[in-house]
Nanobody, 121 residues
Framework: QVQLVESGGGLVQPGGSLRLSCAAS????????MDWYRQAPGKERELVAQ???????NYPDSVKGRFTISRDNAKNTVILQMNMLKPEDTAVYYC???????????????WGQGTQVTVSS
């Protein structure tokens, strides 16, 4: 059974930093990509950082220059470093990954349970 578990959320003042971590575990054969999304109250879930299988990164303009995604392949972990946080970054942050488990021929989409990030003074 494949699982994604996020950690690192919390309360931070505007201008502060947080580091989110997402670890994939279980009978993993291969991971195609690992990304971060967020969902604020009353809003749709949006992509905030994408790390493709060939190492390219993509960010929306709202976080570009402030957020950095990285991956530790040996640990099946993806990190989101968030700097210069703003109140509008407040949301539940979700890890997403496309994973092929050892008992499947296909890649499947997996989601973590989410971690709350609150930016407030």
């Amino acid at each position: 059974q494949v699982q994604l578990v996020e950690s690192g959320g919390g309360l931070v003042q505007p201008g502060g930093s947080l580091r989110l971590s997402c670890a994939a575990s279980g009978n993993i054969l291969s991971i195609k990509h690992m990304d971060w999304y967020r969902q604020a109250p009353g809003k749709e879930r949006e992509l905030v950082a994408q790390l493709t299988s060939n190492g390219n990164t993509n960010y929306p303009d709202s976080v570009k220059g402030r957020f950095t995604i990285s991956r530790d392949n040996a640990k099946n972990t993806v990190i989101l470093q968030m700097n210069m946080l703003k109140p509008e970054d407040t949301a539940v942050y979700y890890c997403n990954a496309e994973i092929r488990s050892s008992d499947s021929f296909f890649y499947r989409d997996y989601w973590g349970q989410g971690t709350q990030v609150t930016v407030s003074s």
